[in-house]
């Protein structure tokens, strides 16, 4: 029995979320990033660095140690000390203080925007683009709420997860459809850095704010990926509300990625009302998705890779592949990061 | 130091016990064999049925579904629908519901009898042969009772174990054995399917059922092997009681046997009485066993390798080997199914 | 990403420390030197021996047995028993006794020596030296206190550690060192079977027994290594006190290394006094140095090897990794056990 392989891909030269930059005070932090330890922290003007969590000395973690009142990360073994470059500064007990190229420490650039400390894939070099900027939803009771899951899943089942719409019957089956059988149709279309998914038709009392179920009102809806790690879902009716829910994640290693769900509102009724009725719902929801993914993946590992089948329903989890597929291989390549012409438009019926 | 190999065979052209009949209800159950994941479930008949725990579609395990109604097997994650063949039958939301071959999931042939559902070893293949039958114990106060145990060894190993004499001595001290010395002889010879050492001259004091230590009453006593996965021992005093211990087992993976075993028995007893003692000194024998073939196991896995020596008491331990050997690499080279020339009738005097 | 190897030797013409005599009554211990399992016992004479933990028949922990009346150890299994040099000479059942060479199991000579029972790291070898002598300490308040622990490091790591000066001053900041800064001259120079620095102008306000930090007295302080696995601290104030720290270090496996610190000392407090305050405060600080040895270790592994960059105050640090290097390489190629060049004698000032 051939058992396939896993659908991992890194590509390095795009931007990913390392923390909140509510997560980030004083101490340094230890993160990983496809398995790469990172120690991230701030300067002394409060500006974060990332740099590889290893001492170039004795490799103790460097995220054990402390930021010094002149803001660098010194190490808890034996004090020596590095900028947010990587560069070396100080080696206590060195009567000479140079700097030479082995002390240094690889150090990713960073960004911090939209709330998050965003880090450059690839070490040591100068980013080639800006990250992607979340959406503003601004009106009429306009809110924000954050949520954080790490889920046992590749990236790529994380992010197919949580834009696929058929799913949402089976296993979120009671809290989520009507009995009543819709038909409705999706048009994918390329955009800017990624692939969305335009719903048509779609009834108002799907989502997680329902509308009783004779109503003939139906939905706006797109679902996107941004690359590398960014999965979109949109709801809004036209006067009503909006509800864009972006989801941030991190590869912490092949098998593990961490999400925060960034959902943006506006509605009729106030802000905290919406949060504690997404901040439940959501997190419910999030239980039953984090562990059919666990479910999945350790079936996956267990028989040594995935031997997917697919059909017209599953129009972004392939999209969502190629693309990441295609940004990794470019990379290598030095091919062109354009997506491929297999993400092309495409128009699907199906029921609902 | 050379560690030597493991003695894990896996011959796939016979009957494997999957689950107790008993243990089969409405929801589907999750085994697997040699590291194989499967599913088994009851279709709409109650007719049981086993295939690859493993959607088609994403992977996720079919295990974790429900049947329906009409006695498919649905996936818990997008619900698609399958009979007891693997034959994917359903996808929802798909309009047109056509069959794929590439949907299609590997499916075992299972049978069941004796109290136990039986899977072919090889997916989508024909048996050639029935499953072994269970010999029946009838007569004055004949009953049955069943316990089950998941060991930490090679299904070599847990058979070696089952019928190997020696030990009891040491391993169960307290339990089995009486001070005299005696001189027992052991005659092996080749059986249908199999390999049996019949014992002659044995004190019916040794057994689990005990007589006085001067008693000059013998047992007669048969330690069997039945490929590929059976021990049974069987004792009895003609006129006066009869057990046989039927060991069958499931190799889950190279270092993890389930076994099932199976007493049945008649004696002048009443069969609750009989049942409650051999629960109780069963399961403290097992304990005891389960534990040694664990730090065996942990010995063996530790260096790489088994290096066994063996003595002219090690009747069965060396057949079972060469049987279960023989019979994997009569498969891979469709040599003949025969027993090898090497497991033939052989006599051996010791003293217990 | 380059990352490096992990400085891991074994040098097998070495005593190692493999129990305390304490340790080792009338049951059969259960040890690893570099992942292989030993079993140590005491024949009938009380002379310890030590065995491969695996028996010759079918593989079970010798450990796990029982040291017979006349002194053999019988395995729990099926009885097999070996006499210290590893020989069968016991198997129940079996009317003729023979003795086989593949009954036979490996054997480490052994000795037992300043309360430690020391094997030969290679077996069936006779040994080509004696083990270490501990240094004697005696005089007004002699004493001596012993400690263990098991470190998550390698052999390398936690001998640099325990010889490591620096460090103190940032792992064990509060309990170590003074706010006033000195220079102190330190000087490597080689000695019988391993290499020792010297320190010169230490203030004697440093080590676990201060002094005013206006003292102007200066402290005798050298750190020794000595192959394979000994590290030695020894503090001493002429006419005041000597303290003679002994690592005695078994590496149980690549990454696990267990060490019993012998500290003898004369002072002129009562002996309980100083015994209590070393075990206080040794624990302490090793505590400290124990998590920060399971962190680095941690770190390399997950990094896949070390990235280690020295300067002229890893005196020791990298002597030691070219002594144990050395010593494992001239096994290979029957080379000399002389120590290399490369440790040669050297001088340094640095500031503490």
Same mark, same amino acid.
């Given at each position: 029995?051939?058992? #396939?392989?896993?659908? =991992?891909?890194?590509?390095?030269?795009?931007? /990913?979320? =390392?923390?909140?930059?509510?997560?980030?005070?004083?101490?340094?932090?230890?993160?990983?990033?496809?398995?790469?330890? !990172?120690?991230?922290?701030?300067? *002394?003007? #409060? =500006?974060? *660095?990332? =740099?590889?969590?290893?001492?170039?000395?004795?490799?103790?973690? !460097?995220?054990?140690?402390?930021?010094?009142?002149?803001?660098?990360?010194?190490?808890? /073994?034996?004090?020596?000390?590095?900028?947010?470059? #990587?560069?070396?500064?100080?080696?206590?007990?060195?009567?000479?203080?140079?700097?030479q190229s082995t002390w240094h420490v690889p150090a990713h650039r960073c960004v911090e925007q939209d709330g998050f400390v965003w880090a450059w894939g690839e070490p040591d070099a100068e980013p080639t683009r800006s990250p992607y900027s979340l959406p503003v939803v601004d009106g009429r009771g306009a809110g924000e709420t954050v949520f954080r899951c790490d889920l046992d899943s590749t990236l790529r089942a994380s992010l197919e997860n949580a834009l696929d719409v058929p799913h949402t019957a089976f296993l979120h089956g009671g809290l989520f459809r009507g009995k009543t059988r819709n038909t409705i149709t999706a048009v994918r279309r390329p955009i800017e850095g990624g692939v969305e998914v335009q719903y048509l038709g779609e009834p108002a009392g799907m989502g997680p704010l329902r509308l009783p179920e004779t109503s003939s009102r139906t939905f706006d809806h797109w679902d996107r990926f941004l690359l590398p790690s960014i999965a979109q879902i949109e709801y809004a009716v036209e006067g009503w509300f909006r509800v864009v829910n972006t989801l941030v994640q991190l590869p912490l290693s092949p098998f593990r990625t961490r999400a925060w769900f960034v959902v943006r509102f506006s509605s009729p009724l106030p802000a905290p009302v919406v949060q504690t009725v997404v901040q439940l719902q959501g997190r419910r929801i999030l239980r039953q998705d984090a562990n059919a993914l666990a479910r999945q993946t350790e079936r996956t590992r267990s028989l040594g890779g995935e031997r997917y089948a697919s059909t017209e329903l599953d129009l972004l989890g392939t999209a969502i592949w190629r693309l990441l597929n295609h940004a990794e291989r470019a990379e290598r390549t030095n091919g062109s990061d354009l997506p491929p012409a297999s993400v092309s438009e495409r128009r699907v019926v199906f029921e609902a």
């Open positions: 029995m051939d058992p #396939g392989s896993h659908s =991992v891909a890194f590509p390095r030269r795009w931007w /990913y979320p =390392v923390a909140r930059s509510t997560e980030l005070g004083r101490k340094p932090l230890a993160v990983t990033l496809m398995d790469t330890p !990172l120690a991230v922290f701030r300067d *002394a003007a #409060g =500006v974060p *660095a990332v =740099v590889l969590d290893r001492c170039g000395h004795r490799n103790y973690p !460097l995220s054990l140690g402390r930021v010094t009142g002149d803001g660098l990360l010194q190490c808890g /073994y034996h004090g020596w000390s590095y900028d947010g470059a #990587g560069q070396c500064l100080r080696v206590p007990g060195l009567r000479q203080v140079r700097t």
